[in-house]
T-cell receptor
Framework: KAGVTQTPRYLIKTRGQQVTLSCSPISGHRSVSWYQQTPGQGLQFLFE???????NKGNFPGRFSGRQFSNSRSEMNVSTLELGDSALYLCASSPGADSNQPQHFGDGTRLSIL | DQQVKQNSPSLSVQEGRISILNCDYT??????FLWYKKYPAEGPTFLIS?????DKNEDGRFTVFLNKSAKHLSLHIVPSQPGDSAVYFCAATRQGNTPLVFGKGTRLSVIA
């Protein structure tokens, strides 16, 4: 069974640009969550999508947005990039009906802002 | 306000000995807890979980203990192996499709 796939793996952008990251969940999983990991920090929750609807949202500015498609694939967009947005962005999927099911993570997209 | 805390940033253990990783939480509404392991350049991998109705869950070399009154959980790895060297994250959530809340991780080094 294929795991969670995130593309691209690495990305370099400059301040002010925007970026779109993609996540393909495990087949049959309907919930996709996004996390940001920065040095010295744990994983900070960005948002979760379930059946194309945002079900939960973390404490990030509106520059961070996402969406989910009918095939459960998800994209995350960050506009007006800032230096502090440099991080590892992780996507995780789960079957979604119950939060008491482990999330399975992709290998992340490492975003560097110059 | 950090709801899940892993107070030891790093831990070194000799191969064959027990590794004990600790995690504290402040939100008494949390009722499901998970441990993830993360290698460099890879995403976190689910290890083991425990529901608040239990105080222990075991899976091979990995055992998680939950002390609800102390709001504390721990992960025991016995025996520790060099391949266990990684960053371990503790996470917590509560029923109702709420997000996972992660600690900042503990880097475990198992020395041969």
């Amino acid at each position: 069974k294929a795991g969670v796939t995130q593309t691209p793996r690495y990305l370099i952008k400059t301040r002010g640009q925007q970026v779109t990251l993609s996540c393909s969940p495990i087949s049959g999983h309907r919930s996709v969550s996004w996390y940001q990991q920065t040095p010295g920090q744990g994983l900070q929750f960005l948002f979760e999508y379930f059946s194309e609807t945002q079900r939960n949202k973390g404490n990030f500015p509106g520059r961070f947005s996402g969406r989910q498609f009918s095939n459960s694939r998800s994209e995350m967009n960050v506009s007006t990039l800032e230096l502090g947005d440099s991080a590892l962005y992780l996507c995780a999927s789960s079957p979604g009906a119950d939060s008491n099911q482990p999330q399975h993570f992709g290998d992340g997209t490492r975003l560097s802002i110059l | 306000d950090q709801q899940v805390k892993q107070n030891s940033p790093s831990l070194s253990v000799q191969e064959g000995r027990i590794s004990i990783l600790n995690c504290d939480y402040t939100n008494s509404m949390f009722d499901y807890f998970l441990w993830y392991k993360k290698y460099p350049a890879e995403g976190p991998t689910f290890l083991i979980s425990i529901s608040s109705i239990k105080d222990k869950n075991e899976d091979g070399r990995f055992t998680v203990f939950l002390n609800k009154s102390a709001k504390h959980l721990s992960l025991h790895i016995v025996p520790s192996q060099p391949g266990d060297s990684a960053v371990y994250f503790c996470a917590a959530t509560r029923q109702g499709n709420t997000p996972l809340v992660f600690g900042k991780g503990t880097r475990l080094s198992v020395i041969a």
